[in-house]
């Protein structure tokens, strides 16, 4: 069983950033796969960046160029770095990790890019 903790959301102008962090317990993150997801009000919840056990990384086109998501296995933490942030990527961000048939969710972090 894990757990998953996500921070680092809040209230952002456009063109600015955060840095989100999943902090893992109950288990090493080594051999899951990792995801950022975001779900927007009336929006169904969508992908935003998953990373591999081995590092390789996948990106939704809206976010590519823009998003970074990495993880330190040493300290079972997984970040999605967001650089020029657009009112478009508000929503509540939340962190999964999958093992096989096996999905924990994180509780979500909300990420309001407002001016």
């Known amino acids: 069983q894990v757990q998953l903790v996500e921070s680092g959301g809040g209230l952002v102008q456009p063109g600015g950033s955060l840095r989100l962090s999943c902090a893992a317990s109950?288990?090493?993150?080594?051999?899951?796969?990792m995801g950022w997801y975001r779900q927007a009000p009336g929006k169904q919840r969508e992908l935003v960046a998953d990373?591999?056990?081995?590092?390789?990384?996948n990106y939704a086109d809206s976010v590519k160029g823009r998003f970074t998501i990495s993880r330190d296995n040493a300290k079972n933490m997984v970040y999605l770095q967001m650089n020029n942030l657009k009112p478009e990527d508000t929503a509540v961000y939340y962190c999964?990790?999958?093992?096989?048939?096996?999905?924990?969710w994180g509780q979500g972090t909300q990420v309001t890019v407002s001016s």
């Open positions: 109950g288990s090493s993150l080594n051999m899951y796969a």
């Open positions: 999964k990790a999958r093992w096989g048939p096996a999905n924990y």
């Open positions: 990373i591999t056990s081995g590092g390789n990384t």
